[in-house]
């Protein structure tokens, strides 16, 4: 991931005034107009909020994703008719904090019905080392304090609008909440649940098929979620070392420990303080793998991984679907991710 590009905000607000130009905006009713039929226009940030877009609202919504496939979720830049289809759409779903040029043109675009998936799960703070068991190894930036009830909702709006605050995109670091709910089925299945409600307001002609497709994607949701816990319960380490700290929620979730390598930046090179302090925690913690991501390169994995002797294997963040990865959707990647964890930390 390069430096983030972040659009000033009025330059956003320029692009919605050529993208409205470009494109007459029709109106944000609830209903869909005649442009799709009778399909719920609906505009998603990116590959996640897409997936969940097309799965609850199966044939009754016509789903468009800003992020297109093989583009880094972080960089995205939004063009003027971009913009303007979003004024155009009957519905918005989308995770603040993750897009600044997103959020600032959702927030101009004067659509009714706009999700924050952040607000339906409790976000929490992660650092480039986040434990399920164990929250710290010297020379570790301090954790954050203890994080709100996982299942609950106390204290949503503070961590979002902590979240919103500085750069919009923190990863975790200090005093900034961590946005990766998807990579937790658990949170994801939270986040499902409240897309489904907000779809059968939206559309309620449609409720009780969003209501239906809402509990069939729970279900799977809930399915990977036991499938994870069962495949890491019983492993050689519970440590991984990856180039992007997105895995802080999967983690916790499952007992593991991430280890990032030079924390938001997944192709940033370590120093080489950093490389030493890997190569030590490799060896107490006997972690055998450096992952990478398939929308980055590998670079910073292969160097780490010849500096250490480690191997290098792939765990996806799932920011979006191409050909190179390793399933055709969130399900499917999510289990080879499984699959590759099972195999770095030696699953019995």
Known sequence: ??????????????????????????????????????????TASFYPMQFLAERIGGEHVAVTSLTKPGVEPHDLELTPRQIGSISESDYVLYLKGIQPAVDDAIKQSGVKNTVDAATLTTLENHGAEVSGHDHGHEGEEEHADEHADEHGHEGEEEAHEEHSEGDGHNHGEEGGADPHIWLDP?????????????????????AADYKKNTEALVGELNKLNTAYETGLKNTATKTFITTHSAFGYLAERYGLTQQGIAGIDPEAEPTPARIQELHTIA???????????????DRTAKTLAKDTGLKTDVLDPLEGITKKSQGADYIEVMESNLTALQKALGAK
């Open 186 to 206: 658990v949170k994801y299945a939270e986040v499902a649940k409240g897309v489904g409600k907000s779809l059968e307001k939206a559309d309620p002609d449609h």
């Open 283 to 297: 060896e107490k913690e006997k972690a055998t793998t450096v992952f990478f991501e398939t929308l980055a390169s």
């Open 1 to 42: 991931m390069n430096v983030r590009r972040l659009i000033p905000t009025t330059a956003v607000a320029g692009a919605v005034v050529l993208g409205l130009t470009a494109l007459s905006a029709c109106s944000t009713s609830d209903a869909a107009d005649g442009g799709n039929g009778d399909k719920l226009k609906v």
